[in-house]
């Protein structure tokens, strides 16, 4: 019988050894635990009709990661949150499920120089075919709105869609940080709401002692504009009237 060449038997040890393991960072919360309810406090369920006009079925959408280019997200500038968003999705389990009604998970797998696997782009469900990173020490953040959660590398809804009845909550936390990640780091960094001394609602709001999260209504952009060209329209009659 013919003896394995040495060389190649180290080769293959080493090829096991340095066998990549991306870092993980992770927001969890066990079944049970977590409640959803639009803004007038009912509860959100699989079979509430979500801003699309059809029922979310078991599971509302929910994305993790970080805001960049210095933007704050707020009410009013909703079309603007996914462009200046680099994360992933993930899900929170509706009440009403067959099974894990209450669980929200959303995990980002992160390589060498920070670099994350399957981000999403704009306003769309499908996995990114180009790369990003989230910067170690950035804050995260968690998105929920009222649509149907659309799975990575998978076609679907858009994230935010236009369509009227529109609600969402941006929910932070100031221990949710991005570390340092790599493409041979198997650790696993994982987040609940109740990490460090508990999370605030940017948008909407969060009861830390249920983890119940109630949507925010957002205006629809036809009245927003609406409104800035009433202001605009008012400032020029007001210039008119003291000349």
């Not at 050894?17 to 991306?22: D, L, R």
């Not at 649509?147 to 609600?167: D, R």
Request: charged share 5%.
């Amino acid at each position: 019988m013919k003896k394995a060449n040495p060389i190649y038997l180290v080769a293959a040890m080493l090829c096991l050894t340095f066998k990549a393991h991306a870092t993980t960072v992770v927001l969890s919360e066990a079944a049970g635990t977590v409640e959803v309810y639009l803004s007038n406090s009912t509860q959100v369920t699989t079979t509430t009709l979500s801003a699309l006009g059809s029922a979310f079925g078991n599971n509302m959408a929910v994305r993790f990661g970080t805001f960049i280019n210095g933007f704050t997200p707020n009410a009013g500038n909703l079309s603007s949150w996914s462009s200046n968003f680099v994360g992933v999705n993930g899900y929170v389990t509706l009440a009403g499920a067959t099974s894990n009604a209450g669980r929200l998970s959303a995990s980002i797998s992160g390589g060498d120089l920070n670099a994350i696997s399957a981000p999403v782009t704009a306003d769309s469900g499908v996995g990114a075919n180009g790369t990003a990173s989230i910067a170690a020490g950035s804050l995260l953040y968690a998105i929920l709105w009222n649509a149907p959660y659309v799975a990575n590398g998978s076609g679907g809804n858009t994230f935010y869609p236009a369509n009227a009845g529109l609600q969402a909550a941006v929910i932070a936390n100031s221990a949710w940080i991005m570390p340092t990640t790599s493409g041979t780091d198997p650790s696993t960094t994982t987040f609940t709401f109740a990490s460090g001394s508990g999370s605030t609602a940017i948008v909407g709001s969060i009861d830390n002692s249920t983890k119940g999260i109630t949507l925010g209504a957002v205006p629809e952009p036809s009245c927003g504009a609406l409104l800035v060209s009433g202001l605009v329209g008012l400032a020029a009659l007001r210039k008119r009237r003291s000349s």
